[in-house]
C-alpha cells in the first residue's frame, strides 16, 4: 500500500508561482505524476515522470510553464508552476504506480487526496 500527501497549493495571482510537493510512503513508486480537476470538469493530465526522470511527460497546455522533478531519497515528487494563470485553477492530485509511468490516469494505482490552487486575474 502507498500513502500520498501532497502540499503545496494556495492561492497566488496570475503570473505568480507555487511548487506543489508529494510525498509517497509504503513503496518505492516507479511512475509518479499530477492530474487536476477543475470545478464541472473532468480531471485532466498535467504532468508525470519515470523513476530514473528520464521519461517526462507534460500536457500541451502546461509545457513552457510547469516542471515536475522528483527526488527519489525522500520518494518525493514536485510540480513547480509558473506564469500562472486563471485557467489553472483547480484540485491538484498526486498519482503514483508501482510499475507504470503515462498520461492516462488508469495507469496509476495510488492517489493523494488532492490540493487546491487557485489563481486569482
Known amino acids: 500500500q502507498v500513502q500520498l500527501v501532497e502540499s503545496g497549493g494556495g492561492l497566488v495571482q496570475a503570473g505568480g508561482s507555487l511548487r506543489l510537493s508529494c510525498a509517497a510512503s509504503g513503496r518505492t513508486v516507479y511512475g509518479m505524476g499530477w492530474f487536476r480537476q477543475a470545478p464541472g470538469k473532468e480531471r485532466e493530465f498535467v504532468a508525470a515522470?519515470?523513476?530514473?526522470?528520464?521519461?517526462?511527460y507534460y500536457a500541451d497546455s502546461v509545457k513552457g510553464r510547469f516542471t515536475i522533478s522528483r527526488d527519489n531519497t525522500k520518494n518525493t515528487v514536485y510540480l513547480q508552476m509558473n506564469s500562472l494563470k486563471p485557467e489553472d485553477t483547480a484540485v491538484y492530485y498526486c498519482a503514483a504506480d508501482p510499475y507504470r509511468v503515462g498520461e492516462t490516469q488508469y495507469e496509476y494505482h495510488y492517489w493523494g487526496q488532492g490540493t487546491q490552487v487557485t489563481v486569482s486575474s
Open positions: 515522470i519515470s523513476w530514473s526522470a528520464a521519461d517526462q
